[in-house]
């Protein structure tokens, strides 16, 4: 068997059953699919095309990667890593993005204060305070669907006001 003429004819094969079976280009499992290919040239039968074969080996040799405890150890070392950053945040915001925040803050608190009183006063209990649609009913002696209306009329109407900030 004339391994150079192997790697020619099938290697484009090898590498995307390998790319397709693992995400990834893996010149590692490309060699140990050569190696296993030369040690049981024997075994091959010509009923079948030698590029299915190959292609097989390739398969099971990627399928075997992905079982290894190798590369669930590097998939969990990668995993951690990204939540790891993904959870830093910096403490020190940029003096640019503080003040873009106090002045959102300022609009939305503006919004709020210039909203009919009994719609500013079921977003406060709602958004700020955070009572539930019932326990603001019995508080101001209103019925639920009454609730349930000015919330969503005070949420409308801000939104419209604050438009250009979400």
Not at 17 to 25: A, P, R, Y
Not at 52 to 81: F, P
Not at 105 to 110: M, T
Request: with cysteine; charged share 35%; net charge positive.
């Amino acid at each position: 068997m004339d391994f150079t003429k192997i790697i020619k004819e099938h290697g484009a094969a090898i590498r995307q059953v390998i790319k397709s079976v693992t995400n990834e280009n893996n010149e590692d499992l490309e060699q140990e699919v050569y190696v296993k290919v030369l040690k049981n040239s024997d075994k091959y039968q010509a009923t079948g095309s030698f590029k299915s074969w190959i292609c097989t080996i390739a398969r099971n040799v990627s399928k075997d990667y992905l079982k290894s405890a190798r590369y669930k150890k590097e998939q969990l070392l990668t995993d951690e890593d990204d939540n790891t950053i993904s959870l830093i945040k910096d403490k020190k915001g940029t003096p640019e993005t503080e003040f873009s925040a106090k002045l959102r803050k300022k609009r939305i608190c503006e919004a709020i204060n210039n909203l009919k009183p009994k719609f500013k006063e079921v977003i406060l209990l709602c958004e700020i305070e955070g009572l539930s649609y019932e326990e603001i009913s019995k508080k101001i002696n209103v019925p639920l669907g009454t609730v349930k209306s000015r919330l969503y009329n005070a949420k409308k109407e801000l939104a419209e006001v604050l438009s250009d900030l979400l």
